[in-house]
């Protein structure tokens, strides 16, 4: 069960010229931009529910799902979990090129919160099923981007938790491990696990979510079936903010710019 | 359980992301770990060369005076900027897992304690065969940690401001630069009026002491200990405790 309470959040990010030490002795201080984010956000997702977060760029939903996962701290509100959480926010994030394929197992899987011991294992079963047997001591670098993604999915799926956080992170490879990536979370789904998904990609948030919950200029406008939200989704207009970090997940979500010094 | 459970897990990442940079730093040089000895070598012979060919300082066990001064401050200077290149190195890590920042921080600087525990093997050996280590050379595992203690609390402070302040690394070399010529590294102490002033720096006190303990066949004052443990301690204190009071924010701040 994923709970979450009046969530709002805010960004003091601070103009990038002004962020060295000399500049800070000249001028006393630094002035800020202030990001409203998030505006009393809230929303249940029940035990064994798949749930998709729908917006434009710029709507909020890269934050809600960072500070569902606890990456970020909230303004304000809360956020209550029942359970462990899997957060797949960005596939492959702390691969090192230079290292095995195994190697990058363990590492990848560590940080994912996955037991060393459960990892070494499993290691070889894991890097068999990502079909890279043949690969197990190759440098990742050498390997393609489609079979990173692949290891590194199955990786993130080893990871025991009962709670899956999802941000747009199927939506790198090709087709065919989309669709391995929608039959392995339909098995968790039948499973009892819960999930939360944030991606643009309306025909796969149809495909796995009971239920979709539509956000705009970080409020949530909308929640229900998933084929009326979507309908609502697509006649949102753009975001005033256009996006120009998507990576970060900060600078995406920049709604309501106001300047401030501090 | 579950807290027993979250201790280990992250006990297997500090370990994991701290043995993968560590081997990750030599793993595409041919001579592998024997490449990073190389570099203080070299500058032991610089060193030596000057101080003792041009310069005429240095009498009898100025080779090893000077060798355990390059190993340990090689490690100070390798440790203190470690946090601060964990934080750039695993910006994605920390804004797509919920991790404490101090472990990444942590396992960053540990893959520097790996280096010194060789290094610090190898010296020994190195003393051994010269036949000048101490009997006293377990007592210096004491100043070893001190001076461990003190470069985390250093890099934990430089780690938190190159949060507000992207110019904290350039800013951090040059004060670096400074500190090796005002810590006896690579030049005796010899003047008393000098040495007052010198020993106030903790760096050359545990220098100091890790020299003593591994060369000389009696105890130094222990007031002299207890203030540079204390010392340490507190820098070490200091510096987790600032850390560990703003580290929430510092995903969405970098």
Redesign the interface.
Known sequence: MIEVTGLSKVFRVPHQSRRSFGRWLVEGRFTYETLHALSDVSFRVANGEFVGVLGKNGSGKSTLIRIVAGIYPPSAGSVVLSGRVAPILDLGVGFHGPLSVLDNVLLYGVVLGIPRRKLVAEAPEIVAAAGLERFTDARLENLSTGMKMRLAFTVALRAEAPILLIDEALAVGDEAFRERCVAELRRRRERGDTALFVSHETVLLEALCDRLIVMDQGRVVGAGRPAEMIGLYRGLRPASVAPSDSASGVAEDRVGLRSSTG | MHLW?DR??LL??V???AV?DF??KY??SVLGYAWGLLSPLVMLGIYLGVFRKILGIGGRGFEIYVLVGVVFWTFFQDCTFSGLNALTR?L????????PVVVVVTSGMLSTFITLAINSVLLVLVLAVKGVLSPLAPFAILPIVCLGLLAAGIGFLVAL?YV?????GL?WHTALQALFWLTPVVYPVQSEALAEVLYLNPIARCLYLIRWFLTASFFPATRFIVLTVVFCVGVFALGLYAFLRRQ??I??SL
């Open positions: 459970r280990v897990r297997d990442i370990r994991e992301v993968s081997r990750l793993n595409d695993k994605g890590i920390l804004r797509a897992v919920p991790l401001a507000d302040f992207r110019d904290t800013i929430r924010m995903p969405e």
